[in-house]
């Protein structure tokens, strides 16, 4: 797959993967994601917390699905649970089923997990100044993501995180990359986390409240990019807001 970046260079999505990628026609025939009455609760010295009280939803490869509630609803840890960030916290119970491409998610162990997490399935976070490790440059934590899945040299890797940060749209890509997290701006930083994020083309990502510390232009910017990337990438997106304007731009 080319697609290009916003200085015209190509961009090779999978060539990193030895295997090339890929599927038969029979997977697509079911969802992407499937979520089955999905409960989390967490139990404490004040008694059980229902956090997600039987959820379930399906998602097409390539589609778009937004998650609204309030603050507290359960948005961001429905999203976790997906991905099994919740299952191993103190006091956690997590039950129902979660499949993707008819692999169940919350009975795998946490070995195959780890291979999904960042290849297959791809988060993005809400604060990026505080995913993002601060006494790291932001290109070597996308050369540290990329090369977590792929066995590439350092050098590939690190000319892979240069047309990832000029894919989302940072400026200087190249001079960027060697920039440490409170030397760029906030629209930035989420840019550089999304980079991050798409390093071995997930099939789908997860949007945890992306814009929600950006201001409007700046959050206008980063929701016409997920939407260009879906489009490019053909991405399935699974974004949680509490936001009903912005889930109607995107889903």
Do not use: W
């Not at 060539?15 to 992407?32: F, H």
């Not at 099994?84 to 692999?103: C, D, K």
């Not at 980079?195 to 510390?213: G, K, Q």
Request: proline share 6%; hydrophobic share 45%; net charge neutral.
């Amino acid at each position: 797959m080319r697609h290009q970046g916003g200085l015209g260079r190509p961009l090779h999505f999978r060539e990193l993967d030895p295997s090339g990628g890929g599927g038969g026609g029979a997977r697509e025939a079911q969802p992407l994601l499937r979520v089955q009455d999905l409960r989390v609760s967490f139990h404490g010295e004040a008694g059980a917390v229902q956090a997600v009280d039987g959820v379930s939803f399906e998602l097409a490869a390539g589609g778009a699905l937004g998650i609204v509630g309030e603050s507290g609803s359960g948005k961001s840890v429905t999203a976790l649970s997906i991905l099994g960030l919740t299952r191993n916290a103190p006091g956690a119970r997590v039950s129902g089923r979660v499949e993707l491409e008819g692999r169940e998610l919350l009975g795998m162990p946490e070995p195959g997990l780890r291979a999904i997490r960042g290849n297959d399935v791809a988060m993005v976070f809400q604060d990026p100044l505080s995913s993002l490790h601060p006494l790291y440059r932001v290109g070597a934590q996308i050369v540290e993501a990329i090369r977590a899945h792929r066995p590439v040299p350092k050098a590939r890797a690190r000319a892979r995180a240069i047309e990832l940060l000029d894919l989302v749209g940072i400026p200087e890509p190249a001079r960027r990359v060697d920039a440490y997290p409170h030397e760029i701006s906030g629209g930035q930083r989420q840019r550089a986390m999304i980079a991050m994020a798409l390093a071995n083309e997930p099939r789908l990502l997860l949007a945890d409240e992306p814009t929600t510390a950006l201001d409007v232009t700046v959050q206008a910017q980063i929701l016409a990019l997920l939407a260009r990337l879906r489009r490019e990438l053909s991405m399935a997106l699974v974004f949680v807001t509490h936001d009903l304007g912005v889930v109607a731009e995107v889903a």
